[in-house]
């Protein structure tokens, strides 16, 4: 008599086909942080985020950012229009703090965004020591705006070795030009701020608010 029971067959599972985990990448226009998408497009399926500061500067970095994303196979970009509160952040605190205020301004803006989107990290073009306000002390107090985990895999590179990096992927052409990141600061930088001078510095800028007007201001751009 023929056994006509059928067998399961145990299927394999791909792990090419694993759902990656998402993360959100902070794009300003330069150099750094479409390197810092490109080194971790393999691991995790990247949504991206842009924070203008029209009408302070020109449009130049968001068309930048547009392009980075289409290179990148980013279906669309999240802007954020940041001009008049990054100028209201500059107005309202002490000069040396501007960059760390800014920062903590993107990253706390960008948790949020992240959340939305289901991204569980944020991903930066940040660098140790590569600017005077990307110092240990300072990036330690960015880090503390945030629950979300930041990662930096440009964190040990240098200048040179990230622009190499940039043409090598082939993103020099479009990233060139002078970065508008620092359109509204002056003075010079604190390199190794305290947390409580944060504190008191967004307290007086009334942080919190201009995080929620922010909220306000989102434009989403399909990539093409």
Do not use: W
Not at 85 to 92: D, V, Y
Not at 120 to 140: K, P
Request: hydrophobic share 35%; charged share 30%; proline share 3%.
């Amino acid at each position: 008599m023929k056994n006509t029971a059928k067998t399961k067959t145990n299927k394999k599972t791909n792990p090419n086909k694993t759902k990656k985990q998402k993360a959100l990448l902070l794009l300003s226009g330069g150099f750094d942080s479409p390197v810092a998408g490109k080194l971790l497009e393999n691991k995790f399926q990247l949504s991206a985020i842009h924070f203008s500061q029209t009408p302070f500067t020109d449009n130049s970095a968001e068309e930048k950012a547009k392009k980075i994303c289409k290179l990148l196979g980013i279906p669309k970009l999240i802007i954020i229009d940041a001009g008049e509160t990054l100028h209201e952040i500059a107005k309202s605190t002490y000069p040396e703090f501007y960059f760390v205020l800014m920062k903590r301004y993107f990253m706390q803006v960008s948790e949020i965004i992240a959340e939305k989107e289901k991204c569980e990290y944020l991903i930066t073009g940040e660098s140790i020591g590569q600017v005077s306000s990307q110092t240990a002390s300072n990036l330690m107090n960015i880090n503390l705006s945030t629950k979300i985990e930041i990662l930096r895999p440009l964190f040990f590179y240098t200048k040179q070795e990230i622009i190499d990096k940039s043409k090598e992927f082939g993103f020099h052409e479009i990233s060139k030009g002078p970065e508008t990141c620092d359109a509204l600061a002056h003075g010079k930088v604190k390199t190794k701020s305290k947390i409580s001078d944060i504190m008191r510095e967004e307290k007086k800028c009334k942080m919190e608010q201009k995080i929620k007007q922010s909220l306000k201001k989102i434009r989403t751009e399909k990539i093409n």
